[in-house]
């Protein structure tokens, strides 16, 4: 915020709230408009941003009433009698704390919005250092947000998942389908660490071992123009565990993007053309989300990837068993309950993930 908007913000909100109506009347005189009825996508877009607009001009309205109510209050303080200055004190105490919560209210509003809210999620779990542990691990921390879904009554569908040799997985991609679980699994994204003793250790001793948690927005075909001639398609006999035809017929399909050299393999369904709309469903989130942090790159550029190099050294959060500890290091947060935290109980993190987010994005406005 500018200094001269520091010294007066009555007015910097005013501003913004003409801003905010101005751009609201475009949008409605927009949407009335032929083309954009005829634009799925830019109806979708237009629609989606004057929801978000209605709020915050709400809110900025109310600013306004309430501060002429705090400059009456001050108006008639002046020019009361002594009899009535107590009382006329108390309006202006009044006025003025419920302008500060208004004026608060709208700093929060005013926080951009994650283009991604309400969005489907894709997530994609793999074992990174540790070996056939660190497998093991991302077997936990499947299992774990699987347990997160069903307590949020979110719906989960695997996409792809390879098995490793001791009940632990290579890799895991699953689509958590919820109003709010964008809102709630964007801050996953990260390198995972564990510290316990891992099952092939004959010593008792602990490892410190690692998986990586990918977490993309779905999205749509309207979202992310795949033109067909920039894909190379390739097919071929599915591998490990399956059942008849899986196995036996060229059933799995890898797609890699030439541009971007992104490439999406999938052989878990009978059918080629299954495992086809899986790969592109796939394809296109992590194109999306390439461009979204090619923007966000613009914007910061110490900006940190999610999956980094999964080394142990890099971590957003860590797990030790023998403690039954688990520490967000992002948020600051250590709980003693990691048993609970294993089996989907992942709100006082996610909270305070949140929390830690919004505090740092109103201080940005500021």
């Not at 704390?97 to 969005?119: F, I, K, W």
């Amino acid at each position: 915020m500018s200094e001269a908007a520091q010294r007066d913000p009555g007015s910097s909100l005013a501003s913004r709230l003409a801003a905010v109506e101005s751009e609201l009347a475009q949008i409605d005189e927009r949407l009335a408009s032929p083309d954009v009825v005829s634009s799925p996508s830019l109806l979708r877009d237009l629609s989606r941003r004057r929801k978000e607009l209605e709020p915050l001009a709400a809110a900025l309205t109310r600013h306004r009433y309430l501060a002429g109510d705090l400059e009456a209050a001050h108006e008639m303080l002046a020019g009361a009698r002594d009899a009535e200055r107590e009382v006329a004190r108390a309006e202006v105490a009044d006025a003025e704390a419920a302008l500060a919560r208004a004026e608060e209210d709208v700093r929060a509003l005013l926080v951009p919005r994650d283009p991604n809210d309400g969005r489907n999620v894709i997530m994609e779990i793999r074992g990174a250092e540790g070996g056939e542990e660190a497998n093991l691990f991302a077997r936990d921390l499947y299992d774990m947000y699987m347990h997160y879904a069903e307590r949020n009554g979110w719906k989960v569908e695997v996409l792809g998942l390879d098995p490793s040799d001791k009940g632990g997985v290579n890799q895991v991609i699953f689509v958590v389908r919820g109003k709010t679980c964008w809102q709630r699994l964007h801050h996953e994204g990260g390198p995972h660490r564990v510290q316990r003793v891992p099952v092939t250790e004959s010593q008792g001793r602990i490892h410190t071992s690692s998986a990586t948690v990918t977490v993309l927005p779905e999205a749509d075909e309207v979202d992310v123009a795949v033109d067909p001639a920039d894909l190379r398609i390739d097919v071929y006999r599915s591998t490990g565990p399956g059942g008849q035809s899986v196995n036996t017929t060229d059933s799995a399909v890898r797609i890699t993007h030439i541009p971007t050299g992104i490439v999406v393999a999938m052989q878990d369904e009978k059918s080629q053309i299954q495992n086809r709309a899986k790969a592109m469903t796939v394809l296109r989130s992590r194109l999306l989300k390439a461009e979204q942090d090619r923007v966000a790159a613009e914007r910061s550029a110490n900006r940190r990837t999610q999956v980094g190099g999964g080394g142990r050294s890099e971590k957003i959060r860590t797990y030790n068993f023998k403690e039954n500890r688990v520490t967000d290091h992002r948020a600051g947060v250590t709980l003693y309950k990691l048993d609970r935290v294993l089996t989907g109980d992942l709100d006082e993190i996610v909270d305070a993930l949140l929390a830690d987010e919004r505090a740092r994005q109103i201080a940005e406005d500021q």
